[in-house]
């Protein structure tokens, strides 16, 4: 059944390579419904590429069941461990491609975007932000595991901010666009005045 034109399902990723969380929501003008949250893991035995494998193909089962037409996903942020932040950038590329085969715009939110919507403070701990979620979609209990509660947090971060980013990227999408046409501009009177002063000095030899 699909949605009403005032409802937009909302898909949030916390991406990792041992757990990458996920929520859904469904928005319908300012109410949020939870509708599924939870977390695709991987073994630390296994090869790297499995575990990338892993990731892909139940991320894509979760995007087919829920049929989410937004996407909100944790921005990568630096680690004093290199190789970590490299395994999290792997899935975090993962998550991002499945969501692009599916067609789905994805959404990025620093962390600090995400508790300063969902708290009201950038500085939040990981448990305030948790139960702000449990209250907010007025839930029985704290989301589990943590990886599930921080991607509901940056869906639910979407829903109340994504309006905004979306007309921003649709401002930087035309005056990208004008400057591209300015440039094209640009070079096609640069070339008219090349062709017209080659013309008179052709006119003015043959004289």
């Given at each position: 059944?699909?949605?009403?034109?005032e409802?937009?399902k909302?898909?949030g990723?916390?991406?990792?390579?041992a757990?990458?969380?996920?929520?859904?929501?469904e928005?319908?003008g300012?109410?949020l419904r939870?509708?599924k949250?939870g977390?695709?893991?991987t073994?630390k035995?296994?090869?790297?590429?499995?575990r990338?494998?892993?990731?892909?193909?139940g991320?894509?089962?979760?995007?087919?069941?829920?049929?989410?037409?937004?996407v909100a996903?944790?921005?990568?942020?630096?680690?004093?461990n290199?190789?970590?932040?490299i395994?999290?950038?792997?899935?975090?590329g993962?998550?991002?491609?499945?969501?692009?085969n599916?067609?789905i715009?994805?959404f990025?939110?620093t962390?600090l975007?995400i508790?300063t919507?969902?708290?009201?403070?950038?500085?939040?701990?990981k448990?305030?932000?948790?139960?702000?979620?449990?209250m907010?979609?007025?839930?029985?209990e704290i989301?589990?595991p943590?990886?599930?509660?921080?991607?509901?947090?940056?869906?639910m971060?979407?829903?109340k901010?994504?309006?905004?980013?979306?007309r921003?990227?649709q401002?930087?999408?035309?005056?990208?666009a004008?400057?591209?046409?300015?440039?094209?501009?640009?070079r096609l009177?640069?070339?008219?005045?090349?062709?017209n002063?080659?013309?008179r000095?052709?006119?003015?030899?043959?004289?």
């Amino acid at each position: 059944m699909g949605n009403t034109p005032e409802t937009v399902k909302i898909i949030g990723i916390d991406p990792g390579y041992a757990i990458m969380g996920y929520g859904v929501l469904e928005k319908d003008g300012s109410k949020l419904r939870l509708l599924k949250a939870g977390a695709v893991t991987t073994d630390k035995d296994m090869p790297m590429d499995f575990r990338l494998k892993t990731l892909y193909a139940g991320l894509m089962d979760v995007i087919a069941e829920y049929k989410p037409e937004e996407v909100a996903i944790e921005e990568l942020y630096f680690n004093t461990n290199a190789k970590t932040v490299i395994f999290v950038g792997e899935a975090r590329g993962v998550a991002v491609l499945a969501c692009a085969n599916n067609n789905i715009p994805v959404f990025e939110y620093t962390p600090l975007q995400i508790k300063t919507s969902v708290t009201g403070h950038g500085r939040a701990e990981k448990m305030q932000v948790q139960q702000m979620v449990k209250m907010l979609l007025g839930l029985d209990e704290i989301i589990k595991p943590d990886d599930a509660a921080d991607a509901v947090a940056a869906a639910m971060c979407h829903a109340k901010s994504g309006e905004a980013v979306k007309r921003m990227q649709q401002v930087n999408s035309k005056l990208k666009a004008a400057s591209v046409a300015s440039k094209t501009n640009n070079r096609l009177q640069k070339a008219i005045l090349e062709s017209n002063k080659e013309m008179r000095e052709k006119l003015k030899n043959k004289k």
